[in-house]
T-cell receptor, first 115, second 116 residues
Framework: GAGVSQSPSNKVTEKGKDVELRCDPI?????LYWYRQRLGQGLEFLIY????????KSGLPSDRFSAERTGESVSTLTIQRTQQEDSAVYLC?????????????FGAGSRLTVL | AQKITQTQPGMFVQEKEAVTLDCTYD???????LFWYKQPSSGEMIFLIY??????QNATEGRYSLNFQKARKSANLVISASQLGDSAMYFC?????????????FGSGTQLTVLP
């Protein structure tokens, strides 16, 4: 597609429920990133995928968070047993490769509210 | 590990004046890239400018320029002739060129307000 597409744009859930957030990267981009942005704060790295290499999961805050990506296509970020502190905007970005001057193009984000 | 520091939580500038947003970084990588992004109140992340660690010239993109001082590990963004539409949050970020440093690490941001 022309840009990075994320869905849903807004999600309200109850504490303890599982949620899935979806990211469709720019066609041909081999690298895909997930970031979390809490209200009024900076971007917190969660995970990135580079082609068929093992993902870098070093930013995932707990084992309730997981992400998958098949090849160079869509990625899904799953948060199990959501907590109120999970409330944030979850941003997805893609780039040609995960290196150098390759610019990350961001999606509009998925705003998650946990009640 | 990489670290980005933006020490100015908020900045004000008069319309048509220039403003400098500070960014310092720390990394053990020899090769790396520095980025600036703009985030308006709408929430989208907009790429502004890039500087490679081995680039001899400071990067420029229209009204944006990057004052890169490698020895001081600083990569300040200069916006010339500020416009009301420049009011936004600005993030400095860096990425290494190898190994585990390929994630883009962001600073905490600077909220810029342009006054009419």
């Amino acid at each position: 597609g022309a840009g990075v597409s994320q869905s849903p744009s807004n999600k309200v859930t109850e504490k303890g429920k599982d949620v899935e957030l979806r990211c469709d990267p720019i066609s041909g981009h081999t690298a895909l990133y997930w970031y979390r942005q809490r209200l009024g704060q900076g971007l917190e790295f969660l995970i990135y995928f580079q082609g068929n290499s093992a993902p870098d999961k070093s930013g995932l805050p707990s084992d309730r968070f997981s992400a998958e990506r098949t090849g160079e296509s869509v990625s899904t970020l799953t948060i199990q047993r959501t907590q109120q502190e999970d409330s944030a905007v979850y941003l997805c970005a893609s780039s040609l490769v995960a290196s150098g001057a390759n610019v990350l193009t961001f999606g509009a984000g998925s705003r998650l509210t946990v009640l | 590990a990489q670290k980005i520091t933006q020490t100015q939580p908020g900045m004000f500038v008069q319309e048509k004046e220039a403003v400098t947003l500070d960014c310092t970084y720390d990394t053990s990588d020899q090769s790396y890239g520095l980025f600036w992004y703009k985030q308006p109140s709408s929430g989208e992340m907009i790429f502004l400018i890039y500087q490679g660690s081995y680039d001899e010239q400071n990067a420029t993109e229209g009204r944006y320029s990057l004052n890169f001082q490698k020895a001081r590990k600083s990569a300040n963004l200069v916006i010339s002739a500020s416009q009301l539409g420049d009011s936004a949050m600005y993030f400095c970020a860096m990425r290494g060129f190898s190994g585990s440093a390929r994630q883009l690490t962001f600073g905490s941001g600077t909220q810029l307000t342009v006054l009419p």
